[in-house]
Nanobody
Framework: QVHLVESGGGLVQPGASLRLSCAASARTFSSDDMAWYRQAPGKEREYVAAIRSGGGDAFYADSVKGRFTITRDNGKNTLDLQMSSLKPEDTAMYYC?????????WGQGTQVTVSS
């Protein structure tokens, strides 16, 4: 079983930047595709970004293209999400995820609040 721990969230003004990080256990990280999701109160959890196991291909939701960048370091077993030009609609709990035999594995989440 892979264990995930997110960090880096906070309260920021519109237009600010944040870098989120996800630390993963070492068991199978380098062979797993990884993703970031987010969930705002009263809304369904939504896909944000994904990256292939080797880091060669990355994918983004239309709402964050050009503003967010997903990266990984397979030597350190970490997954990052660099967020720029943050908007109030980016406010949510952010989760990293990894594939599991019975469905996705999730971390505890880290809160991002964008407000003036």
């Amino acid at each position: 079983q892979v264990h995930l721990v997110e960090s880096g969230g906070g309260l920021v003004q519109p237009g600010a930047s944040l870098r989120l990080s996800c630390a993963a256990s070492a068991r199978t990280f380098s062979s797993d595709d990884m993703a970031w999701y987010r969930q705002a109160p009263g809304k369904e959890r939504e896909y944000v970004a994904a990256i292939r196991s080797g880091g060669g291909d990355a994918f983004y939701a239309d709402s964050v293209k050009g503003r967010f960048t997903i990266t990984r370091d397979n030597g350190k077993n970490t997954l990052d999400l660099q967020m720029s030009s943050l908007k109030p609609e980016d406010t949510a709990m952010y989760y990293c995820s990894a594939p599991g035999d019975a469905g996705p594995i999730w971390g505890q989440g880290t809160q991002v609040t964008v407000s003036s």
